[in-house]
């Protein structure tokens, strides 16, 4: 696992993800979504062929800051 350096107060920062659902039992992690939101009657949001990246979140251990990544 590389480490990151925060950038508010160089404090040593953790790889971490923030899980979508989580009342649910089945967690996912969290997409970002290129575009607008497309409201759809039935499933809320229409994600269709939009490109989508799962988020990684790095948070800094001194401070709390969180770095959010969505690679490809
Ligand atoms: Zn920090």
Not at 18 to 27: E, L, N
Not at 45 to 56: A, D, F, S
Request: hydrophobic share 30%; with cysteine; proline share 4%.
């Amino acid at each position: 696992m590389r480490s990151n350096d925060c950038p508010r107060c160089q404090g040593s920062m953790t790889e971490g993800f923030i899980p979508d659902h989580t009342d649910s039992a089945v967690r996912k992690v969290a997409i970002w979504v290129e575009g607008a939101p497309e409201k759809s009657r039935w499933t809320g949001v229409k994600l269709g062929k939009k490109t989508r990246y799962e988020i990684q979140t790095w948070r800094c251990g001194r401070c709390g800051f969180l770095e959010s990544y969505a690679k490809g």
